[in-house]
């Protein structure tokens, strides 16, 4: 069974902060990885994408990559309240690049 | 810019009922999906469809069927609505250009309610 896990969270940091967020995924032969934002109520969209070991980089959002450690992380510099959303990370396996595996998703909250 | 849309945003059905979801996506993508999604459970895949006329099987396929006549549009059907199926409904669609870029787009949702 392959799986995609994270910490449920809640993530409470204060506004101008770092959130790290993290994803473990258990199918060494992953191809790109997946990071959504879904807001209350909302459906997800999409942040960014990563599928090379090291960083990717967009505005405040950074994506860690280490294939090795089957580990993915996304980090949100200068955090702001309006960052407050559930982050869920996807994982496209080797086999088959229509489905994704769905992590269940860590809720962060950015303090005022 | 990708569109996704989706028939209803909310929706209240009685046991029993046949039940139509629509999906419609705007940019000619080949793969279209139906989730739900349930607190605790995240997003789980129903079914989804890789051509027209072609679907697949998810993870959670029972008491669903799916339609896809057009490119642009594929069907969820709850044959005979229960209460373990309210839920938010989500499509997505995603284009197969075989680049490992290509990345689903979701429609709004459908949250069901089943009485």
């Known amino acids: 069974q392959k799986e995609v896990e994270q910490n449920s969270g ?22 790109s990885f997946f990071w959504y934002r879904q807001y209350s109520g909302k459906s997800p969209e999409l942040i960014m994408f990563i599928y090379s070991n090291g960083d990717k980089e967009d ?44 992590g269940l998703g860590t809720s962060l909250a950015v303090n005022p | 810019d990708v569109k996704v849309t989706q028939s209803s945003r909310y929706l209240v059905k009685r046991t ?10 705007d940019m000619d993508h080949e793969n ?15 079914y989804f469809s890789y051509d027209v006329k072609m679907k697949e099987k998810g993870d959670i396929p029972e008491g669903y069927s ?19 199926q309210t839920s938010m409904y989500l499509c997505a669609s995603l284009k197969s250009s075989g680049k490992r870029t290509d990345t689903q787009y979701f429609g709004p949702g459908t949250r069901l309610t089943v009485l």
């Open chain 1, 59 to 102: 505005g405040r959002f950074t994506a860690q990559l280490n294939k090795a450690s089957q580990y993915v992380s996304l980090l949100i510099r200068d955090s702001q309240p309006s960052d407050s959303a559930t982050y869920l990370c996807a994982v496209q396996g080797a086999g088959n690049n229509r489905k994704l595996i769905w």
């Open chain 2, 16 to 25: 029993g009922e046949k039940v139509f979801l629509e999906c419609v996506q």
């Open chain 1, 10 to 31: 809640p993530l409470s940091v204060p506004e101008g902060a770092i959130a790290s967020l993290n994803c473990t995924y258990s199918d060494r032969g992953s191809q």
């Open chain 2, 32 to 46: 279209m999906f139906w989730y739900r999604q349930d607190p605790g459970l995240g997003l789980r895949l129903i």
């Open chain 2, 66 to 84: 799916v339609s896809r006549e057009k490119k642009e549009r594929f069907s969820l059907i709850l044959e005979s609505a229960s209460t373990n």
